[in-house]
């Protein structure tokens, strides 16, 4: 459906965004987008071939989107708006412009910065803050560019980007005893990093030993079971304090 009542000329178009917030600071983000034919969607614009521009904006989809995200240690925001008066991409915002093929636009873009939990954190890193946002709050914004013009056009479709950060355990190696009639099991490992800061995790074992205790502990390096150190995984995770809000 459309969020701004400006695509029904290309009848109905569905699709989904994302985003990824990566262990190397960097981000990843990409929409994928599928136009029905105009016969069968009761359209009248053929989008075939045509340059729809995407971007990330900074606030939810009920409010619009408010403006284009911009990398915050280069153009923190204040109650005015964004500090940098030259958008780039992908110098410091992440864009999705792309041209729809066989009735679908898919596009990847990747940003070479990292975006925080909220820019409210970043006080002590020496960035001063009059308003502020939350990665809880980010949405895409796609336009009707060849509606459009002049730029990327009217604001077509937008998606907002709800918050999942969690890990899914697999099994990668496992030191049986010899007397074990059936081989223990994992039947799930999940692990997940919460928007309040906080982190847990849920396993299940099937066939353990029953009324033994195991131990278990987060590791802080690969299993690896084929690497220089197989059947290790590394010291136990231990949360660096100096890392706390300066994510």
């Known amino acids: 459906t459309c969020s701004y009542g400006t695509c029904l000329g290309y009848g109905k178009v569905e699709g989904r965004g994302q985003l990824i917030r990566k262990a190397d600071g960097t981000t990843t983000g990409s929409i994928s987008l599928a136009f029905e034919s105009a016969t069968v969607a009761g359209g009248t614009i053929n989008a075939e071939g045509k340059t729809f521009n995407s971007h990330l904006h900074r606030t939810s989809c009920a409010d619009g989107g408010g403006q284009h995200y911009q990398d915050i240690l280069q153009c923190p925001y204040f109650a005015t708006g964004n500090s940098c008066p030259t958008a780039t991409f992908p110098g410091n915002e992440l864009w999705f412009n792309g041209v729809v093929e066989d009735g679908r636009l898919v596009v990847q873009s990747d940003a070479p910065w990292f975006i925080p939990k909220s820019t409210k954190l970043d006080k002590d890193c020496g960035i001063q803050l009059d308003g502020g946002q939350s990665y809880e709050d980010l949405s895409i914004v796609i336009h009707d560019t060849p509606g459009g013009t002049g730029g990327s056009g009217p604001k077509m479709l937008c998606v907002d980007l709800k918050v999942v950060d969690t890990t899914v355990g697999e099994t990668a190696w496992a030191v049986i005893p010899t007397d074990f009639t059936e081989a223990p099991q994992l039947k799930y490992f999940t692990?997940?990093?919460?928007?309040?800061?906080?982190?847990?995790?849920?396993?299940?074992?099937?066939?353990?030993?029953?009324?033994?205790?195991?131990?278990?502990?987060?590791?802080?390096?690969?299993?690896?079971?084929?690497?220089?150190?197989?059947?290790?995984?590394?010291?136990?995770?231990?949360?660096d304090i100096a890392c706390v809000r300066n994510e």
């Open 191 to 239: 692990m997940k990093r919460k928007g309040d800061g906080t982190t847990s995790a849920w396993w299940k074992w099937k066939d353990l030993r029953r009324g033994f205790t195991y131990p278990s502990h987060v590791h802080s390096t690969p299993c690896d079971p084929k690497g220089e150190n197989p059947f290790n995984g590394g010291p136990h995770y231990v949360r």
